[in-house]
């Protein structure tokens, strides 16, 4: 597959996964149990999004991957401390 | 003599703003001296902001539980305004009117004292309590009642409409046969969690007659009750003061990484880092889940 392809390709992917997390908090606001799982899966979904868009890149470092895990874990926190 | 005093205090205030535009500068634009990335965004600054956000929840935390006047959980929920809101749309429906009543009001503040003191969240207590035992250990003697439950809102239009928007709530909100109405609003812990409980009694008495001398009988009373037992404590709810805080550390992220696209677009820089973009896309979520999640619930 062309490569600009596939790199428009994982970041639809990544809004789309993204959005649909959106919804599903919308829909079970009220319910903070599920919310809480809800923003966990998007931070681990972005931590390993990143991990294999900079794997299939050949630019995957550890540097990166903590950046990745630095990110997932502050805007888990902005979210989840609200609940 | 003053002159050279006046020349030094110009000199500190432009060397200062000066410094202060440096600093602004290495923390937001990416440039040779910050390694072509933001300070901000570097892997140490984003650990130093997770510890800082980390902090002033703690700060928020520690504060509401030596001093409760200071960020009252209930501040911002009036029970004037839940008469107010309660009425409006009944009055949009068709219905009639709900006046507070003051053996409902006692119900209400009892069913709260018990939820508290049983610690639960639920119509029914664990003991098997349920809402009506209330409403007649108050005095109160119903044909219709009724009970809506609202906890950790920040405001009290938002319990209004959170009940509003749920079919059961609404069709006890708006029910035609319900004349009086009891409230409660108050602070407790509930799983070792602070929260704020909004118990709404509906209920109707038997006959005309008594009815009638309910009502003339309790709206003195709850007025007085109103104003002495629910007056709004404090201009910040902690509620709106978190989200706020959350909302604050997204927006300042997205600005950095706005002005690092911009900069890593315009120079052509070639960088080993994250993706801007891809970081961009995940604030903007959170972001959004910041604003798209309401704290409240309603049972």
């Known amino acids: 597959m062309n490569k600009s392809i596939r790199k428009i390709l994982e970041y639809i992917i990544l809004c789309f996964v993204l959005a649909a997390l959106l919804f599903l908090l919308l829909f079970y606001n009220g319910s903070k149990e599920t919310q809480k799982i809800i923003i966990v899966i998007a931070s681990a979904w972005y931590v390993l999004w990143g991990y294999y868009h900079h794997t299939k890149e050949k630019t995957v470092d550890l540097a990166i991957v903590i950046e990745y895990l630095l990110y997932g874990v502050l805007g888990g926190l902005l979210v989840v401390s609200l609940l | 003599m003053g002159l050279c005093k006046k020349f030094d205090i110009e000199s500190v205030i432009v060397h200062n703003g000066f410094c202060m535009l440096k600093v602004l500068h290495h923390l937001f634009l990416p440039h040779q001296h910050n390694n072509h990335k933001a300070k901000i965004l570097w892997t140490r600054s984003l650990l130093i902001l997770v510890g800082l956000f980390v902090m002033g929840r703690s700060i928020v935390d520690i504060t509401i539980g030596l001093r409760p006047g200071i960020l009252g959980y209930a ?223 309603i049972l």
């Not at chain 2, 009543?101 to 639960?120: G, I, P, S, T």
């Open chain 2, 75 to 297: 501040s911002q929920i009036d029970v004037g305004k839940i008469v107010e809101y309660t009425n409006q749309n009944r009055i949009k429906s068709g219905a009639e009117k709900v006046t507070l009543n003051a053996q409902l009001n006692a119900a209400a503040a009892a069913k709260v004292d018990d939820m508290f003191k049983e610690n639960y969240w639920a119509h029914v207590s664990p003991k098997g309590t349920e809402p009506w035992t209330f409403i007649s250990n108050a005095g109160y003697k119903y044909q219709h009642a009724g009970e809506n439950l609202a906890r950790d809102f920040s405001n009290s239009k938002d319990v209004v409409n959170a009940w509003m928007n749920s079919p059961s709530h609404k069709k006890n909100l708006l029910d035609k046969r319900y004349k009086d109405m009891g409230l409660a609003v108050k602070d407790g812990y509930l799983n070792g969690v602070e929260t704020t409980i909004v118990v709404q009694i509906f209920a109707v008495a038997p006959t005309k007659s008594s009815v009638g001398k309910i009502a003339a009988d309790s709206i003195s009373t709850n007025e007085v009750l109103a104003q002495e037992e629910f007056k709004p404590t404090a201009e910040i709810s902690p509620l709106s003061l978190s989200k706020v805080w959350s909302a604050s550390f997204a927006v300042l992220i997205l600005f950095a990484l706005v002005m690092d696209w911009i900069f890593v677009l315009r120079y052509n820089l070639i960088r080993i880092s994250g993706k801007t973009w891809a970081h961009l896309t995940f604030m903007w979520f959170v972001l959004l889940a910041i604003f798209v999640i309401r704290q409240g619930i």
